[in-house]
């Protein structure tokens, strides 16, 4: 079984300042995709970064990048000059060879003016 | 191009009636998936597609739940003698494929229609 786990509901952060979200996960495979997805109240999911789990190096996405330890099981993202835009939900997500997605909880973060 | 569309993005129904949850994926993707996502929660897997056809249907939680996608693009998520317990967001994705690369595989979210049962 696989399981993804966000151990921070809400976090907040000054605009401009760097905030980091926790995710760790479990799962026996291994191949298998990290993914973080932000969640605006718009409810639409958007895409902010993705880690094949084969990778040794962080993905990196403009602001966004994470420090992917594999032997921990761990995936979280580093959100750099954060601004108000950056204010959601944001859910680190695992996806298993059989093309199915496991969601963490999320993490409300707020950007404070 | 347009992303993936939701119909109703708002759905109130009474205790037992039967509710058509649509979802218009983007154009060319081949892979189709359905999520629930409760109050305070992640989104749950319910379905997926490949094509026509129901790759894997294990998230759904009991017969009442039914989806289909008879021409391989829209799919209708049908939830029959609906419960209070059905109230949530459901949540639609699609992805260019399903074949193991991360750069096509990578799911494209809808809006959702948030589902009230009264």
């Known amino acids: 079984a696989q399981t993804v786990t966000q151990s921070q509901p809400e976090m907040s952060v000054q605009e401009a300042e760097t905030v980091t979200l926790s995710c760790t996960y479990d799962?026996?495979?291994?191949?298998?995709?990290l993914f973080w997805y932000k969640q605006p109240p718009s409810r639409q999911m958007i895409l902010v970064i993705r880690?094949?789990?084969?990778?040794?190096q962080n993905a990196t996405e403009n602001r966004f990048s994470v420090n992917f330890q594999k032997a921990a099981k761990s995936f979280s993202l580093k959100i750099s000059d954060s601004q108000l835009g950056d204010t959601a939900m944001y859910f680190c997500?695992?996806?298993?060879?059989?093309?199915?997605?496991?969601f963490g909880t999320g993490t409300s973060l707020t950007v404070i003016p | 191009g347009a992303g993936v569309s939701q119909t109703p993005s708002n759905k109130v129904t009474e205790k037992g009636k039967y509710v058509e949850l649509r979802c218009d994926p983007i154009?060319?993707?081949?892979?189709l998936y359905w999520y629930r996502q409760s109050l305070g929660q992640g989104p749950e897997f319910l379905i997926y597609?490949?094509?026509?056809?129901?790759?894997?249907d294990s998230g759904l939680p009991n017969d009442r739940f039914f989806a289909v996608r008879p021409e391989g693009s829209v799919s209708t998520l049908k939830i029959q003698r609906t419960e209070r317990g059905d109230s949530a967001v459901y949540l639609c994705?699609?992805?260019?494929?399903?074949?193991?690369?991360?750069?096509?595989?990578?799911?494209?979210f809808g809006p959702g229609t948030r589902l009230t049962v009264l």
């Open positions: 994705a699609s992805s260019l494929t399903a074949s193991g690369s991360v750069s096509t595989d990578t799911q494209y």
């Open positions: 799962t026996s495979e291994n191949n298998y995709y």
């Open positions: 880690q094949e789990a084969y990778k040794q």
């Open positions: 997500a695992l996806r298993n060879t059989g093309n199915q997605f496991y």
């Open positions: 154009s060319g993707h081949t892979a």
């Open positions: 597609f490949q094509g026509t056809g129901a790759a894997d």
